[in-house]
């Protein structure tokens, strides 16, 4: 079991690894630590599990135990991510490949289930089309958007399936990080 301190490794690997991350300061408590933003602890987090991995992740707390106000606001920011989306990330495993442009990708254990979770930058929208040309999808595959009554196609193309993302979608989407495709 590997754990990669600070660091996430760049590929997935063969083996069980955790990448031990602190979240601001150091792995002690430091004064006025600046902190990773929720969308990048979150990202993170997708990156990490997407690669087959676990995040660790540390607060250094002060010398009475608590921890600065930026840290629950991360915690509070990664938890309504999880909120919605945690399905893609507990108990799923890696798939080849992990990651295509903003996509990472993770199956269910019993991979009933791949999950496209479409990573999302400051003010970005989804697109109107995504392409999801590299993973393999079971057969007859139907999309569900995760936290979303609005409903996605998935339509087969010669390369592989697109979805087609309706603009009620674009306009009212799950969380502001990142959506999830859930298809099965």
């Not at 902190?35 to 676990?54: C, P, Q, T």
């Not at 009933?112 to 999801?132: D, N, R």
Request: with cysteine; hydrophobic share 35%; charged share 20%.
């Amino acid at each position: 079991y590997l754990t990669p301190e600070n660091t996430v490794p760049k590929e997935m690997r063969p083996y069980p690894w955790e990448s031990c991350i602190i979240m601001g300061g150091g792995w002690s408590y430091s004064f006025n630590p600046v902190f990773k933003s929720g969308r990048e602890l979150v990202h993170m987090l997708i990156d990490i599990v997407a690669k087959g991995g676990n995040l660790l992740l540390n607060i250094g707390p002060s010398p009475e135990g608590t921890w600065p106000a930026d840290a629950y606001d991360r915690l509070e920011k990664i938890g309504s991510w999880m909120d919605i989306n945690s399905e893609a990330i507990y108990s799923t495993r890696k798939i080849a490949p992990y990651y295509t442009g903003p996509i990472y990708y993770t199956q269910a254990k019993d991979g009933s289930a791949v999950y496209a979770i479409y990573t999302l930058k400051e003010g970005e929208q989804l697109p109107e089309t995504i392409e999801l040309n590299d993973v393999e999808l079971p057969t007859k595959p139907k999309i569900q958007v995760i936290g979303s009554k609005t409903k996605a196609k998935l339509i087969k193309t010669t390369l592989g399936y697109q979805i087609s993302v309706p603009k009620k979608l674009q306009n009212t989407i799950p969380h502001k990080y990142g959506v999830v495709f859930k298809i099965n």
